[in-house]
């Protein structure tokens, strides 16, 4: 008879071969490896035609491009479906409760975070956030502007940034295209004009119709129109900004938006002028600042304004004897007074200061 402690070696070797042959025969669920996931979820997703109808009534595709995969910054990094569709792990997938298109919509983009908390959380204090808080859900969120499956380079080309926002903002996009600055972005690629996130921001977007916004204009168009070398390339005088902060409506809105930024006030900023997303070249018949509109455009603040008023203006130049020799000598010679009788003063007090002393030392030795 076999001893049982002869017979254990033998056991325990058939256990372990029984347990080889159940794992290498028995079929792995479908659950796919980690960066297979892409191809995986394209079996089903790559169809054209797949679709579900929500409860809302709208056919929602669920088919994704495998063209706009591999183009988007997402897929070649290694970036791929299951880092935003977290809830998703393998097949048959949980039930969808939303209820229309674009309640997925906004559900889904705050997978966003993980990987953009920095520019997530600034958009949180946007004026596109605080519309959806009020009610809008239509308010823009990150895929609207970036795209879900398709993501590029926001900025490639340049011109893709305002025609990104031309989705929500038609109209205001009509008019830039038609600016000086659209034009020169849209019809020649210049790199140099602004785009509409050079103007509100990128991810925190205010409200642009603040009385903050609108004392802080002048330094945001100063950024290009202050800019030298910049001004110079065009033929445009750079002195814009300091020649407007000495005027009265530059000292006007510095004393307010030093004191109260919160308040409302009327003194004229450059989109009064120049107008906001429809600025014209001075020398084109339509601008606001052509010399034949310009008295109509000064006159929406100064309604008793006549024809001489605006001769009595030099645009945004310092005065000089080539374009404005008589407003030039005038200016040179209150300068010169002004230096003259300062020092006359100075001397006078200086003399006053002498003879009190040399009095004072007279009526010592008495």
């Known amino acids: 008879m076999v001893k049982p402690r002869v017979l254990l070696p033998f056991i ?72 935003c569709h977290t809830d998703i792990k393998t097949y048959p997938h949980q039930p969808i409760n939303f209820q229309t298109k674009r309640e997925l919509s906004r559900s889904y983009y705050q997978a966003c975070r993980k990987c953009h908390s920095a520019n997530y959380d600034k958009a949180q204090d946007s004026m596109h956030a605080k519309v959806a808080a009020a009610g809008n859900l239509d308010a823009a969120i990150c895929t609207d502007c970036h795209g879900a499956h398709d993501v590029q380079a926001p900025d490639q080309p340049r011109a893709k940034i305002s025609q990104t926002c031309s989705q929500c903002h038609q109209d205001i996009f009509t008019d830039y295209k038609h600016s ?139 005065i000089d004897p080539q374009r404005t020799p008589f407003l030039y000598a005038v200016d040179r010679f209150y300068v010169q007074f002004a230096q003259a009788v300062l020092w006359l003063c100075l001397i006078y007090v200086i003399l006053q200061i002498i003879h009190a002393i040399v009095d004072r030392v007279r009526r010592s030795l008495k």
């Open 12 to 83: 325990m070797l058939g256990a372990l071969m029984l347990v080889w042959a159940l794992v290498v025969q028995t079929p792995v669920s479908a659950a796919p490896l980690p960066q297979q996931t892409e191809q995986y979820c394209l079996s089903c997703h790559g169809d054209p035609n797949l679709k579900m109808t929500l409860p809302s009534g709208e056919e929602l595709s669920l088919y994704i491009s495998a063209d706009h995969l591999k183009s988007s910054v997402h897929s070649p990094a290694g970036i791929e479906c299951e880092a």
């Open 180 to 318: 000086v600055h659209g034009s020169a972005l849209i019809n020649q690629d210049n790199p140099d004009v602004p785009v509409c996130t050079d103007c509100h921001g990128v991810h925190s977007m205010q409200d642009p119709r603040t009385a903050q916004f609108r004392t802080q204009t002048p330094e945001m168009c100063a950024g290009c129109h202050a800019n030298a070398e910049l001004m110079k390339k065009y033929g445009l005088s750079a002195d814009v900004y300091s020649l407007y902060q000495t005027s009265w409506h530059g000292v006007d809105v510095s004393v307010y938006k030093a004191n109260w930024p919160t308040i409302w006030h009327e003194s004229a900023v450059c989109t009064d002028c120049h107008g906001t997303h429809d600025i014209l070249p001075a020398s084109d018949p339509a601008s606001t600042v052509n010399p034949n509109n310009l008295l109509a455009t000064c006159q929406k603040c100064h309604p008793g304004a006549g024809p001489n008023w605006t001769s009595a203006w030099t645009g945004h130049n310092k």
